[in-house]
Structures are given as C-alpha cells and as structure tokens.
C-alpha cells in the first residue's frame, strides 16, 4: 500500500518537472524511482504556454497541449492563444463588434501592440462560429438586421463641419449661433480654450460660450479631460466639483445645503468640502487670514470663480443692510467678512442651547474697537474689567440696532459699523445688574429698535461694514 502511494506521488512529481523543464527535480524522481524498484512508461508530449492567460485569467495553470490552442489562426506575432482565453475575450465584445469587426489579438491588445489581427480574413467567420455559437451570431444579425446582398446599401448623409469643412454624418451645435462641428474640432476647441475657465467657439471667430452640457459629455470619457475641466464647467443648477474623499467627480444640487457621495461622505455644496457642523466654509477652504481676520469681498463678476462663495457673501452682506435700513441716504459702500472659528463655534454652541432662530442685527463703535471685537468676541460693558461705554438705561447686555441707522449713530472715527448673527432665546425684562446676565430665565431684552444680549456668545461678528450718509 506504500509502495502504491509512493509511486503516484513520485509519478506526478516527474510529470510536472517534465512539463516545467527543471532537470534536477525531473533527476531526483528518476532516482527515487529506481531506489523503489518502480518502473515507469514515458510518452512525451508537448506544452505550450497561452500568451494571454496572464490577463485574462491570472495565477491560473498555464500549460496546454497544442491541438487546445488556436494555432490555426494566429496573429503575426505568432501568439498562442487558449480556447478559454479567446472564448471570453470575443464573447464579451461580439455583440457589440459583429461578424465583421477586426478582432484583436487578446494578447497583443493587453500589451498595447495595436492594428493586430487575429483571425485571417477568410477564417474569421469559421473562428467566430467555433468560439461564440450560432445562437449569438444570430442575436447579433437580429439586432443589427443585415439587408440581403442585391438590396442597394443607404449612403448616409454627410454633414458639412463649419470649423474643419470635412463631411461627417454627426455633428454637435456648440453654441447660440447653432455652429455646427464635428467631435475632432469640438475637442480641440475645448483642449485649447478651456485654461482661462472658457470653453469658446472658434469657428469664423464666433467667440460665444460652448453649451456646458456638449463639454461634459465629451470630458466625462476622459479621466484626464475631467481632472483638468470638470470644475470649470457651469451646469444649470449644478456645482461640479470632486469629492473631497473619494476623489470621483460630482455634480452638487445648488439649492441643497449638503450632499451625500456614493462613497458615504457628506459634502458642503457651498465649498465642496467635507461638510463642517458649527464652522462656517472659510474655515475650511484654506484661505490665509490676518489679524483682525478680515476678508475683503466683492460683487461677483460673471466670470467663474473658484471662491464664489465669498461672492455669495457680499450679497447676503448687501440684503442684510439693505432689507433693514430706513434711511434713503444711508449706503453700503464695501464689506469686509469676518472669520473667526473659535467665535463660530461658540455662537453655534448657542444657538443649539437656545433653540431658536438667528437673524441679523448692527453695532455701531469706534473703529479703533471692531479689530478687538472681531479677534476675541464681544465684552459687555461693566463685567471683565470693561467700563460701560454708553450707559446702562436699558440694562446691562450687548447693546445692538435691528437697524443699520441705529447702529450709525454709534460709529466712531470712521463710517463703519458691524453687522451681526445673534439668537434672542427669551426676550424679557432688562438686566438691571451682572448678576441678572446669568439668570437663565431669560436672554435678551428690546427697548425700540434697540436688542440687547446677556451673553456675548448670542452676537457673532459677521460684516465689517462701511456706509455713507449722504
């Protein structure tokens, strides 16, 4: 029984080491076998690797006889393909290529040797009938309806480019003037005039925008095209950006706050970064501050820009003043925006104990006074050491103006004044001493257009401010 045993697993050993040509495992089973007294009968048989089992079926066995390999049709890099290799590769694109398409050596197509051909013209129809079936070609021929031979093929109609003047029978209107090109030109065009963050008919000078919805079809087959487009393209109601953790190239709703991505992560459609809970996008975008922290922010222009969220802020700066002024003559002439995320972050925090809804309000001061507001929040008059600038006939509190003219009256040395988030909570009785400020039972009180605060935490500097009387 052990000699039985003995002798198949030295037989086996011999025939692999045959098989791999290593001549000193093929000595040591001869030798092991004679030391036995077994006797074995050798009838060679040839070997050949398949030259596309490497990517196609990786780390799988790679030896097969030749009458298993598809020497009758060979590419002319004399490449042995397996039938199993051949059978999946012209299986998995015969539908869409047809009786007539030039196959490809697998091989040679995984080691990019293009214009190869695998089957001989005359044998191709016999190769694909042995390696997909008559069922499928029949499926192809059904989908694709081949006309007999004495019925006159349709000539397509050959269109004229306006950019190359070639005919083709598809072309794309890329702009207001319908000029229409072919896909060549349209790429060249999008390749040479997109650096500017433009994409611009070219054609007789036109000079007019390329419909962003013709570019983000033609980038979108393109890994390198979308790196280097995607997030200039300006969709209706889309933002295109990239996921700030998986990478992929997304489309964000702009009447949305916050996205989902496929990966799972949460995106900020305002700045396209991870989405940030208490912190504004400032805070997150990168951008270098000074101090005070001050960014000075503009109307948006109608060209793109990378930071138009800071463009967004300028007109939510302008609807505060404006929606709340009273006076005809009191106008916004600049704005500076305030970013400070330890103050963020602790009007966020009360906001949430609260509950209850922001809005905006104004302080007016001297000048000298909003870079110490802006950096370490505001300080109530009569408490940590701070004298009482203006009084207390209203109580104690962080005085503020629901209007940018009350706040006016207040700007000293400069025509600045803040405009502010804050939350009310309970808004009851004044604060008539310190030690009302932390009641708890309330906190704010309004006298007129006049709020006041118990706690510095209820008012986050927004806008700096400048307006002229006039």
Not at 68 to 85: A, G, K, T, V
Not at 155 to 180: A, M, R, V, W
Not at 391 to 407: C, E, F, K, R, W
Not at 424 to 448: F, K
Request: hydrophobic fraction near 35%; charged fraction near 25%.
């Amino acid at each position: 029984m052990e000699r039985l045993e003995k002798s198949k697993e030295l037989i086996g050993r011999l025939e692999e080491a045959i098989n791999l040509k290593d001549n000193n495992a093929a000595s040591y089973c001869i030798q092991e076998l004679i030391r036995w007294g077994i006797k074995v009968s050798i009838s060679p048989s040839f070997y050949e690797k398949c030259s596309s089992h490497i990517y196609i079926y990786p780390g799988s066995e790679n030896l097969y006889s030749p009458e298993f390999l598809y020497s009758p049709f060979i590419c002319d890099r004399s490449h042995h393909i397996c039938y199993y290799c051949l059978q999946k590769h012209i299986s998995s694109i015969f539908l869409s290529r047809g009786l007539n398409f030039r196959y490809e050596c697998p091989a040679c197509e995984n080691q990019e040797f293009r214009n190869s051909r695998f089957f001989a013209k005359e044998k191709q129809y016999e190769g694909l009938m042995q390696l997909v079936g008559i069922e499928m070609i029949q499926e192809w021929e059904r989908r694709n309806f081949i006309k007999p031979e004495d019925e006159e093929p349709e000539i397509p109609f050959l269109q004229t480019c306006e950019n190359c003047s070639f005919g083709y029978s598809d072309l794309h209107k890329i702009c207001l003037d319908n000029h229409k090109v072919c896909n060549f030109c349209l790429i060249n065009n999008i390749n040479s005039t997109a650096d500017d963050g433009k994409f611009v008919c070219k054609v007789n000078g036109c000079k007019k925008a390329i419909y962003h919805e013709i570019v983000k079809a033609f980038i979108e087959i393109d890994q390198n095209l979308i790196q280097k487009f995607w997030k200039k393209l300006k969709l209706n109601g889309k933002k295109c950006s990239f996921c700030p953790n998986c990478k992929i190239n997304i489309e964000l709703d702009k009447k949305k706050t916050e996205e989902l991505c496929v990966c799972g992560a949460k995106i900020c459609v305002r700045c396209t970064q991870t989405l940030h809970d208490g912190l504004s996008c400032y805070n997150v975008a990168g951008l270098t501050l000074n101090d005070p922290p001050f960014i000075d922010i503009y109307p948006p222009p109608r060209d793109f820009s990378d930071y138009e969220y800071l463009h967004e802020e300028y007109e939510n700066a302008k609807f505060a003043f404006e929606t709340f002024v009273r006076a005809a003559n009191l106008k916004m002439t600049q704005v500076k925006l305030v970013v400070n995320p330890a103050l963020e972050q602790k009007f966020e925090a009360k906001k949430k104990q609260l509950g209850c809804k922001e809005e905006y309000v104004f302080h007016g001061s001297n000048y000298v006074n909003y870079a110490k507001i802006c950096s370490g929040g505001f300080i109530i008059g009569g408490t940590n050491g701070l004298a009482v600038a203006h009084g207390t006939a209203a109580g104690y509190g962080v005085y503020t103006g629901l209007t940018p003219d009350i706040s006016a009256g207040y700007a000293q040395g400069k025509t600045w004044m803040l405009c502010c988030r804050a939350v009310r909570g309970i808004c009851g009785a004044p604060a008539r001493t310190v030690q009302e400020l932390t009641a708890g039972n309330r906190h704010s009180t309004q006298n007129g257009d006049a709020l006041i605060f118990f706690s510095a935490d209820q008012v986050l500097p927004k806008y700096l401010v400048e307006f002229t009387q006039r």
